[in-house]
């Protein structure tokens, strides 16, 4: 159906929602494995619950403008507080939810909360445990009862009694206030303010307007053709803009189903019982995903996994021509079809990936193995570029040309250029409106025109597509002058199954040095498999045919790099493997999983400097926080070894 | 964190929250010449988790075996429910509301977590072997009823990721967990736990004790645990005997255990 722009009708999310229930009536807006059953609600049940939920707030004393923290997994009464607060002009403000409790406290303060809602008991005794830094909540309300019961505290409220709370408000008073309320929200009204994670510095709160979010929903719903009868698996944090727009901004304006899954661990299962239609992951997701089947064929019979590999073979040979439609011959073209019925069906079948009409990725650099691994299986694997402050969408790459190393033309509505520093620039209808309560970091962001500096280094290429280099501030340069692009090289590394995150140092530095994170997952297979006794992650990390394995693939890094002029002379020298995990509850992640490049390179520094004193080994001692925010220390004597190089003019022969 | 002393909810068999629910009367176990518990009383009231610690070979174990009918003591009795006994099968005790785990887990490995705990709710199956075959009417209902209540198991103890899964292939932690699903499923009134904790991580352990609580809170299941964790016992249990060599060297709150000068003894050592 056509919908009318976001200045039109319908311009505000709860808007949406009184819409959907009259249109799409009894159509799937959402469903929920609970019980091992999933429970589906249609947009009148959700608009019901919402309202019944809205009237409850407005019962305990919610205001137009009242901050809302939202903390938890993706479960439907947590999208539902999405709707229910815009509907009282309120502003949700999604956290994540693995925060510990002093990162949820800088967050909740600079945000002056005066209301959160809650997951469970575990997110409930957070809250209560930095309740005393933060003087404006006034409610905690929370959609788990479990383990709950013999809380007393007053502010404590469940979902399911405000939503009864205002049943009662609607069987007397009706709801005429309500849709009034819901009647004056404006598109230019706040609707949402996300914290970004942060690679730098504290979190930024990002305020986006509903002008922001629905017509970069409504666009992003142009541009793939996405329409009520589109099903999507929720299962990325709710603080994140991906989600938001994905699970709530696009689903609201195009109508379609989201659904939850039954936990956190039951993503991939649940996700072949629904068979999404759109699916989004970022690349490490992909990864984790490839390096789970390869693990699991290898422990296939041999017939079976003869019959794998030939096929991924094919695959490979004519699997993205034939998904591009390009010219591919006959006979390649019926083995690629007996190859769908033996293989690659069902192995999409297993990922859940059958009916997936586009998926994207995005937030990384994908590997190109990877990232063609997929296509080549029939996927419609796409690449998008995006940020928080531009509601998602700057770039995307339309069906029928995609490239590994692009992200994309500019989305509908979007302006791109390159500044003559060579940083993406962007402006389009999503950019936000500023940063909370924080005047000098968006007048640095975003200019009086309008365009708004992503920080990234890149070009446009030949055919408009932009290329991302890395972030502007990160590419270096070595002493000798040879240019260093640090994620370049990691993204290279982390391509092995077995690496599971790399760190490359050489900026102002006479040679290039990484520090790897093993995969523990094929590493822990392999050991397995060729007898190598281990009882911890940091022994095995350790062991010497572990540096053996990961010296071979950093020579072969190398010669990757040798191959590219730019580049060649940014070859790794030295490694090490570090002895514990690098993890977002260390600091050393961002909650998005991306590495603090500024915070490892402190918090490491003595194996840094051992990188280039030349040293063979170095005892350290690291912190380490528990999830539940006790501290301790682990300490190892991590090895450090010198890399094989190549030539750059040795390539061809070192190739043969 | 002894906070149990909240209102506990009474089941129907009338015996109020703190009331005694099972009293072990002079009970004494011989195997041969060896005597394994010699004259030990001590009783376990409703809505409580009991301890039973001990060193290694203290009999522990074996008092649980007598509880749950699966030894039968040479002298003395046990009282459950104000009914005294004196030889009891394990089905019996079962039906009569006794659930128990094992120190070494004791599943079935080849089938999945769901046919487990399902196996749980067997007693409490009504129908008989053809209905059930012909699955049909009041069978399935039933079967509806059972895999319920089972799906609220798997939903407390958080295992829905490994529903499907065969219990063979999973880690230990699991299937300790799996394990007193299994238990739970028959919804006694007394759950024995042996050593429910062993071999396993703090985080595991974390967990487990916070299922323990919440079966104990929540259901007002009464508990008796093995356990050798001092931590947890400390933290978990209400009262604490103590076992020595088949005897019964203190019984009382932890913190009375804890200072008992003859506990210290039997745990560290005495010089001869």
Not at chain 1, 322 to 332: E, F, Y
Not at chain 1, 364 to 383: C, D, H, T, V, W
Request: hydrophobic residues 40%; negative net charge.
């Amino acid at each position: 159906m056509k919908i009318s722009k976001g200045t039109g009708e319908f311009d505000t999310f709860p808007k949406f929602l009184l819409r959907n229930a009259k249109v799409f009536g009894t159509r799937p807006a959402m469903r929920h494995k609970d019980f091992g059953i999933w429970q589906t609600w249609s947009w009148a049940e959700i608009l019901e619950e919402v309202r019944c939920y809205s009237l409850g707030l407005q019962a305990i004393g919610m205001n137009k403008g009242d901050k809302v923290a939202v903390v938890g997994a993706n479960r439907p009464r947590l999208y539902w507080t999405f709707a229910a607060v815009q509907a009282l002009g309120g502003v949700p403000v999604p956290v994540y939810a693995d925060s510990v409790a002093e990162e949820m406290v800088y967050v909740l303060q600079h945000a002056e909360v005066r209301f959160a809602v809650v997951q469970d008991q575990e997110q409930v005794d957070k809250l209560l445990s930095i309740k005393d830094q933060l003087p404006k909540l006034e409610y905690i309300i929370y959609d788990w009862e479990r383990g709950l019961g013999a809380y007393d505290e007053s502010f404590l409220h469940h979902i399911v009694a405000l939503q009864e709370k205002g049943r009662q408000v609607l069987a007397k008073d009706g709801d005429v206030d309500w849709l009034a309320g819901i009647a004056r929200g404006k598109g230019e009204d706040l609707s949402v303010m996300l914290y970004t994670s942060g690679t730098t510095g504290k979190p930024k709160g990002v305020m986006l307007s509903y002008d922001n979010l629905v017509l970069s929903s409504q666009n992003a719903n142009k541009f793939d053709n996405f329409d009520e009868n589109d099903e999507i698996i929720a299962y990325l944090p709710l603080a994140w803009v991906g989600d938001h727009i994905f699970s709530y901004g696009q689903s609201m304006t195009a109508g379609y189903c989201v659904c939850c899954p039954e936990s956190p661990e039951t993503v991939t299962e649940n996700r072949r019982e629904i068979a999404p239609t759109y699916f989004f992951a970022p690349p490490r997701v992909f990864e984790g995903l490839l390096t789970d089947i390869m693990v699991r064929m290898e422990d296939a019979s041999p017939l079976k996994q003869k019959m794998f590999h030939y096929y991924l073979g094919v695959a490979k040979k004519v699997g993205e021509r034939v998904l591009d439609g390009k010219k591919v011959s006959i006979i390649d073209r019926l083995n690629y079809q007996l190859g769908e019925l033996l293989v690659y069906g069902p192995l999409k079948n297993r990922l859940g990936m059958t009916r997936m009409k586009v998926g994207y990725t995005a937030g990384e650099a994908i590997g190109p193995e990877i990232f063609s691994f997929y296509r080549s299986l029939g996927m419609n694997l796409k690449q998008l570029y995006g940020q928080t402050e531009a509601s998602v969408y700057v770039t995307a790459q339309p069906d029928g040309q995609i490239s590994a190393d692009t992200v994309g033309t500019p989305s509908i509505d979007v302006e791109i250029e390159i500044s003559d520093s060579g940083e993406v620039m962007y402006r389009s209808p999503g950019v936000f409106m500023g940063y909370y309560k924080n005047k000098k970091a968006t007048n640095e962001t975003k200019t009086k025109e309008g365009w708004v500096h992503t920080g990234d280094a890149g070009f446009i290429d030949g055919n408009g597509h932009l290329r991302i280099i890395d972030r502007a501030k990160d590419v270096g340069k070595l002493n000798n002058g040879s240019m260093f692009p640090p994620k370049y090289i990691e993204n290279k590394l982390k391509f092995f199954p077995n690496i599971k995150e790399a760190v490359a140092i050489g900026d102002g530095r006479d040679y290039v040095a990484v520090l790897l994170n093993i995969d523990l997952q094929p590493v822990a297979n392999w050991a397995e498999r060729n007898n190598i006794a281990y009882a911890s992650y940091q022994e095995l990390a350790n062991h010497p045919e572990v540096y053996e394995m990961m010296g071979e693939h950093i020579s072969q890094v190398n010669l990757d790099l040798a191959s590219e002029e730019r580049v060649a002379g940014a070859q790794i020298s030295r490694f090490l493997v570090l002895h514990k995990e690098l993890d977002a509850d260390d600091g050393e992640l961002t909650r998005t999983q991306k590495v603090r490049r500024s915070f490892i390179n402190e918090r490491y520094s003595p194996l840094i400097e051992a990188l280039y004193d030349g040293t063979s080994q170095k005892y350290v001692e690291t912190e380490v926080v528990f999830e539940d925010g006790r501290k301790g220390s682990i300490s190892a004597t991590v090895q450090i070894r010198d890399a094989q190089t190549h030539a750059p003019s040795s390539i061809k022969e070192a190739a043969e | 964190m002894n906070a149990h002393d909240r209102n506990l909810p009474t089941s129907d068999d009338g015996i109020s929250a703190g009331a005694e629910l099972l009293s072990v009367d002079n009970v004494t176990l011989r195997f041969g010449g060896v005597t394994a518990i010699q004259d030990i009383s001590f009783n376990i009231n409703k809505g409580e988790v009991r301890a039973i610690i001990g060193p290694n070979g203290a009999g522990k174990t074996s008092m649980l075996n007598v509880i749950n009918g699966f030894y039968h003591p040479q002298e003395g009795t046990i009282r459950f429910r104000g009914e005294t006994r004196r030889k009891m099968k394990p089905y019996e005790a079962a039906a009569s509301g006794i659930a128990r785990t094992f120190q070494n887990v004791a599943l079935f490995t080849g089938m999945s977590t769901l046919d487990n705990i399902m196996s749980g709710r067997s007693l409490k199956m009504n129908q008989n072997f053809l209905t059930q075959m012909f699955y049909y009417g009041p069978a399935r209902n039933e079967e509806i009823e059972h895999r319920k209540k089972v799906e609220e198991i798997i939903d407390f103890l958080e295992i829905q990721h490994i529903r499907r899964q065969p219990v063979g292939k999973l880690p230990y932690g699991l299937q300790k967990r799996v394990e007193l699903g299994r238990a739970l499923a028959m919804e006694p009134d007394l759950l024995l736990l042996d050593e429910p904790m062993a071999g396993m991580n703090l985080e595991e352990k974390e967990d487990m004790s916070r299922f323990i609580i919440e079966v104990n809170q929540e259901y007002g299941t009464t508990i008796a645990l093995i356990e050798h964790d001092m931590g947890v016992v400390m933290d978990l249990a209400d009262r604490v005997v103590v076992l020595d060599y088949g005897k019964k060297i203190a019984d009382g709150t932890p913190d009375e255990v804890q200072s008992s000068q003859e506990v210290i003894d039997a745990y560290l050592g005495v010089p001869h």
